[in-house]
């Protein structure tokens, strides 16, 4: 243990699993899975896939949080409501932040692109459309937005690895911690559901028209959900200094490419495995109390992750999915899977994952069929994604 | 102590491709007016069946990473491939393929989304194909920030050689020109010329890419010596009047004219090179190069369109030995934010 660590004292999500931590852990703890017609997105498609939306979230509860005056997207509205939620764990009142020195670092992909369809179908028909589509765009870079609204001073970052950019903010954000850049980072992920990711994964045919079923020898592809993971992250002595509870440790990062294929992950998952080894640092495989996989009910996002976790851990160890819960959160899925994670570790249990009932001898792994009790410090979640990129966090038991 | 040093720079600008070229248009200094970049040496570095599947975009960060590794006369062998990892940074991203994702929607309904477009508009692609291109194997993370993208971008690197994650990293800083940002541009009431040192809205996008290989070395253009993404001006002024420069990205936003103002009030003699890239968002990452090549030259180049020692658009100090020990350079990031950095010798 030392003073330069990075603790989690405060998080929160937003996600179609619950509004808030609490309920989602209940309802994912009690198994239940809520996927929804997609129908507000509009999509003229000839097969559609389930969503998970997120709850309709309040206003009131980020009024303290938001920049006056300025328009919010959905992503930073989804992101602003589990800030507010992590920042009351961990003692804190956004008006004490000001002007100090806090990092800010978001995961995202829609919410650093301009594909508001409307002004653009304007501007190609020459209709000369209103700036505004482009105003809310160069304001809403969600972790510009966050250090602006709340007038922080500290290093900035909104991080687009497709779908580890959850995992890597929360990465960036301890190795700011460990830089000394700063002593304290708010750090997660934040995506909307949008026409844009969704038509584009039914383009590349690896969405499933059923709710997902993540490791299910039967499983055909993902669902797209929304939402947002906020971690505090500070550093040890700063939050034993303010007399905050360090709830968990980020004891390791590690990230790899594959520099295999620009969408499709490396078969063997030499690079995932690269990453968790990285991110294990120098605790042993035998230590880790389970895994949050990926788990996006691909048939190749499982069986490399699962044939992976088999290789490193054996094949007994703890896994489970939860994106039968969440659905595929993309930017955001890395960060929420961190909340979850370190919520399996204080409660000693983690969900079933929801969608499997029959093993891929595939996957090498079994992943878990009910709520299961789990013992242990350490717990590890891995992202993949497009462009080879894999990465891993491993969380600590903070006591 | 580690000593992170630029070992190579790969530039695609406006100005033509290579240091070379960017050399050459600096001694020039004369403005661009049209700052659209040419990607045609790629097919030196890429077989064309490779490269086809890549939009402008990737292509000019590809180009500018491969560039880079020719520059700093590394070998791509297995030890580079395992050993190196990739920072790439983008403000506004893959702007076309973003676009013509759209276009294909609008003009052939829902059913006709390109699986092809919808990877390519994703940010992270062209590190990707980076990574795929060159074998890199490292870690690999995409930033983007708008004005903040290069001071994270770098942060991340520092931190990877600093803490031994890799020997060495590659910051790509990429932007590309769209007709939706021009549209916007112009709405705004921007035109040109570039005028960095003026009141006014003289914004001109302008894209290209530029890569820099970090290492921890003993040899190379320069040192990175100190990299701060958030500093009030005040500060930012006070680390400067120790630097014997101060390279700045100010491109013609009349929003950011205060606070550069602020910024070159001081006794540091400062430039700004954006009327020979553009005004991008990653300004500060072209800046740095010049600043890199200023310190290896010893050379302080002309500002394109403003002259010499003119006191109301740009200070110019006199070309000297060993006029450059120490330089700064900087963005304005806010109303009262800096991302700074000193390069040394």
């Known amino acids: ?399 | 102590m580690t000593q992170v040093k630029i070992t190579g720079i790969g530039a695609v600008t406006a100005c033509g491709q290579g240091v070379a070229a960017l050399l050459a248009a600096l001694e020039k200094g004369s403005p661009g007016a049209d700052y659209r970049v040419a990607t045609q040496g790629l097919d030196e570095f890429v077989p064309a069946k490779q490269s086809r599947r890549m939009d402008n975009f990737t292509r000019m960060a590809v180009l500018a990473a491969c560039l880079a590794v020719r520059d700093a006369g590394i070998e791509a062998d297995a030890k580079f491939k395992s050993e190196t990892g990739i920072v790439f940074g983008s403000a506004l991203g893959p702007q076309g393929s973003s676009f013509s994702f759209l276009d294909g929607i609008m003009d052939g309904g829902d059913n006709c989304a390109s699986s092809f477009l919808f990877t390519n508009s994703v940010h992270s692609t062209a590190a990707a194909q980076v990574a795929l291109t060159l074998g890199i194997r490292g870690p690999m993370r995409t930033v983007t920030a708008f004005n903040q993208t290069a001071g994270a971008a770098f942060a991340s690197a520092l931190n990877w050689i600093s803490s031994r994650v890799v020997n060495r990293v590659m910051v790509i800083l990429t932007e590309e020109i769209s007709a939706v940002q021009q549209y916007g541009v112009a709405r705004n009431g921007a035109h040109g010329p570039i005028g960095p040192f003026g009141k006014g809205c003289s914004y001109v996008p302008g894209e290209g890419s530029v890569a820099f290989m970090l290492e921890d070395s003993a040899q190379g253009y320069c040192a990175l010596r100190h990299l701060d993404q958030c500093l009030s001006v005040d500060a930012a002024v006070g680390r400067a009047a120790n630097c014997d420069m101060l390279f700045t990205a100010a491109a013609g936003r009349a929003d950011e004219f205060e606070t550069y103002s602020r910024l070159w009030s001081g006794q540091t003699p400062y430039a700004a090179y954006s009327p020979l890239y553009g005004s991008l968002y990653a300004g500060m990452g072209l800046e740095l190069a010049i600043a890199a090549l200023s310190i290896k030259k010893q050379v302080v180049f002309p500002i394109p369109g403003i002259a010499a020692n003119d006191k109301k658009s740009g200070k110019h100090p006199m070309a000297g030995d060993s006029l450059l020990k120490k330089v700064a350079i900087a963005a304005v990031t806010g109303p009262e934010r800096i991302a700074y950095a000193e390069l040394g010798i």
């Open chain 1, 1 to 399: 243990m030392s003073d330069s660590d990075s603790v989690i004292s405060g998080m929160g999500c937003f996600c179609a699993a619950g509004g808030d931590l609490a309920s989602a852990w209940k309802e994912m703890t009690a198994g239940n899975s809520n996927p929804g017609s997609p129908a507000g997105l509009k999509a003229a498609l000839k097969r559609l896939s389930p969503v998970f939306a997120a709850p309709a979230g309040s206003e009131n509860k980020i009024a303290a949080l938001a920049g006056a005056g300025m328009e919010k997207t959905r992503c930073v509205f989804f992101f602003l409501t589990a800030l507010a939620e992590a920042l009351a764990q961990a003692g804190l009142d956004a008006a004490d932040l000001r002007g100090q020195r806090i990092g800010v670092c978001v995961g995202t992909t829609v919410g650093c692109t301009l594909n508001d369809e409307q002004f653009y179908r304007e501007f190609r028909e020459g209709k000369e459309p209103g700036l505004m589509a482009i105003d809310r765009f160069l304001a809403n870079n969600p972790a510009q937005y966050v250090s602006s609204a709340l007038d922080l001073y500290g290093p900035v970052s909104t991080i687009n690895n497709a779908c580890t950019s959850g995992v890597d903010a929360i990465g960036q954000a301890r190795e700011w911690i460990s830089d000394g850049l700063c002593d304290m980072v708010i750090a997660g992920g934040t995506d909307e559901l949008s026409r844009i990711p969704y038509l584009g994964f039914s383009s590349l045919l690896n969405t499933s028209e059923l709710p997902c079923r993540p490791f299910d020898l039967k499983r055909d592809g993902l669902n797209l959900g929304e939402g947002a993971g906020v971690l505090i992250m500070e550093r040890r002595a700063a939050a034993s200094a303010r007399g905050a509870k360090a709830l968990v440790e980020v004891a390791g990062y590690g990230t790899c490419g594959d520099a295999y294929h620009p969408t499709a992950p490396h078969p063997q998952g030499l690079g995932l495995e690269q990453a968790i080894r990285r991110a294990l640092g120098g605790i042993a495989p035998g230590e880790i109390s389970f895994i949050n996989a990926h788990g996006t009910a691909t048939t190749a996002n499982d069986q490399v992750e699962g044939s992976t976790f088999a290789r490193v851990f054996g094949p007994q160890v703890t896994v489970f999915g939860s994106k039968g819960y969440t659905g595929h959160t993309l930017g955001a899925a890395g960060a929420i899977e961190a909340v979850f994670i370190a919520q399996g570790l204080l409660s000693g249990e983690i969900p079933a994952t929801a969608g499997f009932s029959e093993a891929d001898p595939g996957c090498a792994i079994v992943p878990t069929c009910s709520l299961t009790r789990v013992k242990g410090d350490f717990a590890l979640s891995t992202s993949l994604a497009f462009g080879g990129n894999n990465s891993a966090l491993l969380l600590k038991l903070g006591k």
